[in-house]
């Protein structure tokens, strides 16, 4: 579960490109929703810049909600306001719990939500995706897309993290493209606000251009509205220059989330605080350190020069670290079209059954423009224009220098922003 750096150098180089400077008290309870115009993402006509954390305490290891527990989120909250982030990503959610508490109260801080919808037993098998991606499954990230989406302040939805991790395993990218196509479709079809879909790459030098791309080609429905990737190229021994991020970014990149927020005995020396009681928490040194870099780090002037248009990639070919023969898609499994009309009804939360051998996957590949929405979802904002931007994804955007330490980065596809 890699995602920004807890190493604050990191979050330095992302500061630079990152959104609101200084430290932030308690907002107005009002958020604008976030949208994609271009490359970029946008609050009202102000360009938004993603200054997070990731946020999930325990860890991957154990699949804990942590914002159902309403006490447990306002003692968090208070260290969120203090180093002065605008967004959180969770990677964990029971999407059959009441968030209504702890969306509230991040909203009245300023604080925004990224979210991913896979769950542990909930999740597309990377070593054999064709059984996972069925309607079971569908069912609960739709159902999480039901809890989440009419929150002012839930930003984005990540349609996987890190599910290719190797070049065998990336075979798996047209089950993963399939569900964001399905997700954006579905928040069509059930006439929710454009909520932005977006994928979490791994740090993978061999195949992250080219997933990037392959998020970024074919029809608009198929075409992802964001990529992210975890990057570690700015942790010790390397430092702002060797790694690439003294480059000029911010046309490209909206800002990120440092990995991680509480550390865990799993994972050391990648947390800004340790978990005392469901009350009290302790600040390690590079709490301090984040905080003082966010406080020094003033948001670009203007719109960032970021790009209003763009056009689709072209789909990379097979090669050794790209295992995909076919541009087409998996068709979303028969037993799913009915949540498109339906809805999905209540989630399975983190005590389901699972659905990665449950059955009722697909049977055969979608047709091109299969998966647009057949409603029209809305917008809150009249400078979400959706035009395709992927177009400034360029090979040389990733060449800055072997990424290696914890960061999510976002950059634009279809209709925009470089995330995390």
Known sequence: MKGFGASIPISVAIGASNAIAGALAPRASSLPAVTVSGNAFFAGSERFYIRGVDYQPGGSSDAVDPIANSATCQRDITE?????INTVRVYTVDN??????????LKAAGIYLVLDVNTPKYSINRADPAPSYNAVYLQSIFATIDAFANYTNTLAFFSGNEVINDD?????APYVKAVTRDMRQYIGDRGYRKIPVGYSAADIDDNRLDMAEYMNCGTDDERSDFF?????SYCDPSNYVQSGWSQKMTPVYSGGLVYEYSE???????GLVTIDSNTQV?????FASLKTAFAGTSNPSGDGGYSANGTASTCPPQSAAWNVTSDALPAIPDAAKKYMTQGAGTGPGLSGAGSQDAGAGSTGTASAGSGSATATASTSSSTSTHKG??????ASDFSFAPFSCGL???????LGAALL
Do not use: Q, W
Request: net charge negative; hydrophobic share 35%.
């Open 282 to 286: 302790t600040e390690l040194p590079d």
């Open 389 to 394: 931007a992927a177009g400034t994804l360029r």
């Open 228 to 232: 992210a990737f975890n990057d570690y």
């Open 264 to 270: 865990e005995s799993s994972n050391p020396g990648y």
């Open 80 to 84: 969120f306001t203090k180093l002065g």
């Open 96 to 105: 059959s719990a009441n968030h209504d508490s702890c969306m509230n109260a």
């Open 408 to 414: 999510v980065i976002v950059v634009s596809t279809l």
């Open 168 to 172: 065998p395993s990336s075979s798996a």
